[in-house]
Each structure stands twice: as C-alpha cells, then as structure tokens.
C-alpha cells in the first residue's frame, strides 16, 4: 500500500499547490474534481507538541507529534447526486515524526523524518434506506468503542493513555538502570479493531442508533453498536463492541486473546460538565496467561470564559490496564488535561500532566512524570 499511496498523495499535493491562483469564492473552489459529478475536499491538520519525561532519574525533552490526533492530510470525495444512492472515496496519510507514543527517553538525539503512514484508502457506497458499503483500508466496526468522549480534551489525553510517553521506558527502583519496559507494553484501551484493510458495514440510523460490522482481510470478524442522543438538557453518547481477535496475527506473531469486548460512554449537561467511562476484556487463548482488562473514567468541565478566543476545557483522569504484558502486571496512569481553542486561527492550545506506575511482582519500578504543552492547527 505504502508504494502505490505514497505517489498518488505526492501528486495530488503538487497539483493543488501549482493550480492557478486567483479570487477564490465558495462557489468558485480552487480544488476541483476532474468531474462535475463529485466534489473534492483537502483538509488536515498539524499538531505539534513539546513532552518532558521524568523516569525517576533523569528529565528528557522531546519534540513530538501528537499522537492523541497525529499530523495528517486527507483528500475526500464525494457524489453529487441528489437521489437515495451515493458514493464516495477517502485518502488519508499521517505523518507523525517523533510519535509521542514511541519516542523513548533514549532517542532524544534522533529525528524520526520517515514516519509516514497511510491511515485511510477506501471507497463507500451508500443508500438511505439500505446503509453504506465501505471497501479498503479504513476504520473497521469496532473502532472508537472505547473512545467515546465529551470533554473537549481528547487531544490532550483520553482513554488510550499510552499514546503520550507510550515509548518512555520504566527504570528499576533497586538497581536504578532503565528496563527494556515502556509505557505502551503495559497500558491499553482495547479500541477494537483500530483501522485496517476491511469490508465493513454501517446500518441506516434507528432514532439513536446505528449498527456496525466489517470483515478484516485475515478473516477476523467485529460488530458494535453506537448511540447517540439528547436526554432533556443530557447530551450522551455511547458504544459497545465484540471481536473475534483469534484470528489477528501471523505465524511470526501469532494472535494472544479470543474474543475482545469493550465500550464506552460519555455524558455532559448544557453547563459543561461531562463525565466519560470505559472498560474492556480480552479473553487469553494460552490458558497461563491472565484475561486483559482495562478501566478508565474523566471527569470534566467545558466553559467559555475567554468569548473572544474560544472553549475552554479541563479534565481529570484515570486509567488501569491488568495483564498486558505479564500476568499480575497492573499500571495506573492518572492525569490532568486542559484545552483552548483559539477560534480566530482554527487552532487548539493544549497541556497535559500524568503519573505512570507499573506494579509487578518480580520487580519494582519508578514512577514515570510526563508533561507535554503544544498546538494543533486544523486547514
């Protein structure tokens, strides 16, 4: 895929950059699709961010993507037709050089310039009575499950809590020398499926409900069901999935968990105040290891004391994770988030602070301290 994406991407940046300049109007587009029947959007954002790791026993700064909500750029298509039939297409790359959720503690000096990932390359067709096909690579049925999230501080730090400082490794209290254990081997969130090359469908939207399921290319199959609905002055939305994950892997590296299920929901009132819950069980296939389990829970405010610049959002939050990497292992990451959005210049500021412990019964180690600040722009 990356071979044959990486040229098409290339390409349709150059072109939308050498187009002829001029008076842009809403009604006069400076992209243009080859044909009347589709219109074309390019969009994306960067998102740019300085973290600080403290292991117990040394501070390293890095300079990172933000992988809450990486750097990407995104080409949409989209049928004109007024009928019930529609289709549409996505390309979708992101390019996070220094990944805040890998970047360890030992790679400061290093800039990672060929982090280039294709995240979408699918096609859809869809019916309003009938629901949508998608085909490609893409999100499959389950993800986002556990991701559901009022606050408005998901980019500063949400369930997945290893996608800041994942990379930082633990240091051994006793002997005071780094592990080859980091953050992102014991933490998860069990996000189904994440995005993968599928067959997916998504059911038309009854009242608040919509139905998913896809077929991944190794055969692994996933359903969920999201919802979506206004309770009085109640804003909540919610999702729950099931996979079959015995079928992810490969002979190199063969599939460690049967079925997975997780979920999540979010709630937030006309005043702000929001409140976000998850958890999720993978069941083990080899009967010596222990079930994966996670639980996280926010709590937050979202308010507008500054009209002139945009929302302002702060959160608290705590995540455990059981048996990711070893059976009996338990980390905690606890930590606080805020966000600002800075209307005028489409941009979000942001800053987030977080306590990693890892408890495991053959070793001790210290604590993580990770504190990132950075913005993220959206064109």
Known sequence: MYSTFRPALVSAIVLAATAPLGTAHADDPLVHSETDDFSLKISGQINRALMAADDGKKTTLLNVDNNNSSSRIRFIAESNND????????????????????????????????????????????HDDLGTVWLGQGPTATDGVSQRDLSGTMNAGFSFTSLVGGGILFRD?????????????????????????RLRYDSPEFDDWQFRTSVINDGAIDASAFYSSEIKDIRVIAALGVGNASELGDINSPPTYDYLMSGSISVRNDQGYNLTFATGRATAIDGNRDDLTFLYTKAGYRTNPFPELGDTALSVDWGQTRNEDQNNDQSDVIGVQLAQDIDAINTEAYATLRRASLDRDTQNFDDILIAMVGFRLDF
Not at 93 to 116: C, P, R, Y
Not at 176 to 195: A, E, I, K, M, W
């Open 83 to 126: 009928g019930p039939l529609a289709a549409g297409a996505a390309y979708e790359a992101e390019f996070k050089v220094n990944n805040s959720a890998s970047i360890s503690q030992e790679d400061g000096s290093e800039n990672d310039t060929e982090a280039f990932e294709a995240r979408r390359a699918e096609i859809y067709i869809a």
């Open 173 to 197: 209290s006793n002997t005071g020398l780094l592990t080859n254990t980091d953050l992102g081997d014991v933490s998860d969130n069990l996000d189904g499926f994440s995005r993968n090359t």
